[in-house]
């Protein structure tokens, strides 16, 4: 047994120093980036912000409605061939925004070839909890064989040596976060994980090293919390939470109260596993949880909540673009960063 004494530091844990800056107004920031990624050597541009591939957010009206804000979005694993075919037919400019996703099973190996051999996409989502096996890599490499003109992106990780290995066994993106989820339960199940942002810090220097990018996964709570995230140094942010609760999101409003909601879980809940496998294996613990999120209408304004949020970060330390965001960016430490005499920032304040 080891331990180790540096702090390691989450969102709340810190905030960002503002700079003396030229730019007039946030209009001038543009939050566009251009990638260009280490296997397949294609370019992307757009605003690198994606809706998790959860039940609930990677649906393909999230896909569409992102899609007008140049964003991404991760669809769910559970789409069939044909719910891609009909997207494909009907909406074939949402496509360049769209990641299919994939767990390590050969049956779900089987259906991206499927999905692949009628709808060529651009982006592929490895998803697993643990990107720490030697199968996960193995399947890694597998998928970068077969795809060799595919951008992939492969986690979850959180430290910057399982980065480099998993860039080397083939993808362009690496995913990162372990137990930082608005709906996951693994640090209580298991007592593992790594506080977010540096696990942010520490990957993407990894990555960078090695011409990959990270996305950060899970954890974003706020608007200001997704400027850290670009502030620490991650390429794409992945929400989840953030995006729950709305008109594109899967499941029906529900009312309690007089109150409505939407209904949000973990991929590794009770709830998912048995929406999807009919039971929870004896062997595992779910490491989910089951939410009724308020419901908060269309995504736009939220998206636009956020994305103005990003933008206001890059006024307050001069950086004309996203991309100039964590050269510019001094962290630092802090004992409380909000004042919540009044409501909290949580999908709650509607
Ligand atoms: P959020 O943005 O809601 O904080 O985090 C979203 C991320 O949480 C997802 O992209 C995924 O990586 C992670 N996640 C989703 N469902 C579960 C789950 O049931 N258990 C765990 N451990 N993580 C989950």
Same mark, same amino acid.
């Given at each position: 047994m080891?331990?180790?004494y ?7 844990d810190?905030? +960002? ?14 939050l ?5 990624? $280490?296997?397949?050597q ?15 957010? =990677? ?24 719910d891609?075919?009909?997207?494909a ?6 496509? &360049? ?16 070839? /499927? ?8 982006f ?10 030697? $199968? ?5 490499e597998?998928?970068?064989?077969k795809?060799?003109d595919?951008?992939i992106m492969?986690?979850?990780?959180v ?16 995913? +990162? ?10 640090? /209580? ?6 506080p ?5 810090? /520490? ?7 090695? =011409? ?6 899970? =954890?974003?709570?706020? &608007? ?15 929400l =989840?939470?953030m ?34 496998h009919g039971?929870?294996a ?12 308020p ?13 103005g ?12 673009r996203?991309?100039?965001?964590s050269?510019r ?22």
């Amino acid at each position: 047994m080891r331990i180790e004494y540096d702090i390691k530091l989450d969102f709340k844990d810190v905030l +960002i120093r503002p700079k003396r800056s030229v730019l007039k107004t946030r209009a001038e920031v543009t939050l566009d980036r251009e990638f260009k990624f $280490r296997h397949t050597q294609t370019t992307w541009q757009g605003t690198p912000i994606i809706a998790a591939n959860m039940d609930h957010t =990677g649906t393909f009206a999230m896909a569409n409605a992102l899609s007008s804000h140049h964003m991404l979005t991760a669809l769910d694993k559970f789409l069939t061939v044909d719910d891609w075919k009909k997207f494909a037919k009907d909406h074939p400019n949402v496509l &360049p925004y769209c990641f299919v996703s994939l767990g390590i099973s050969d049956a779900e190996f089987e259906r991206l070839e /499927e999905v692949m051999k009628v709808v060529k996409l651009p982006f592929i989502c490895l998803d697993v909890a643990n990107g720490y096996t030697e $199968r996960f890599v193995s399947c890694l490499e597998h998928l970068r064989e077969k795809y060799p003109d595919t951008v992939i992106m492969a986690g979850n990780v959180v430290t910057g040596e399982m980065v480099e290995e998993l860039i080397l066994s083939g993808a362009d993106i690496v995913k +990162i976060g372990i137990g930082p989820g608005s709906v996951c339960t693994t640090r /209580e199940k298991t007592g593992v994980g790594y506080p977010q942002l540096s696990a942010i810090i /520490e990957c993407a220097d990894a990555a960078h090293g090695l =011409g990959g990018q990270v996305c950060a996964d899970g =954890g974003c709570a706020t &608007p200001g919390d997704v400027a850290k995230a670009f502030a620490a140094g991650a390429d794409f942010v992945m929400l =989840g939470g953030m995006l729950a609760g709305h008109d594109e999101c899967s499941g029906e409003v529900i009312e309690e109260n007089g109150r409505k909601y939407k209904r949000f879980y973990g991929m590794s809940s009770t709830e998912a596993m048995e929406r999807h496998h009919g039971t929870v294996a004896d062997y595992r613990a779910s490491e989910g949880r089951s939410v009724n999120v308020p419901y908060r209408g269309p995504v736009k304004e939220t998206v636009l909540d956020i994305l103005g949020g990003i933008r206001s970060t890059c006024t307050y330390v001069g950086a004309h673009r996203l991309k100039e965001l964590s050269k510019r960016t001094t962290f630092i430490r802090v004992a409380r960063q909000l004042n919540e005499v009044f409501v909290p920032y949580s999908v709650d304040k509607k």
